[in-house]
């Protein structure tokens, strides 16, 4: 955020089962496991070789407006 409260970018992260907390019972633990992009990476590579596929790579620069 700029000094005056303007947001300059959003950030999000992938998250499983964050909706699994019981009030009362684990209300205050704050785990959430996040997915890390080059473990995903490593995934993808891992399988399209176990599948004998062909992997394509493609660059895609984000531009701000």
């Not at 950030?11 to 205050?28: E, I, P, S, W």
């Amino acid at each position: 955020m700029h000094a005056n409260g303007d947001v300059v970018r959003h950030k999000a992260r992938l998250v499983a089962k964050g909706f699994m907390q019981k009030a009362g019972v684990n209300y205050g633990e704050v785990y959430a496991p996040v997915a890390i992009i080059e473990t995903v990476r490593l995934l993808v590579v891992a399988m399209a070789t176990n599948e004998s596929l062909i992997l394509h790579q493609l660059d895609v620069k984000s531009a701000l407006w």
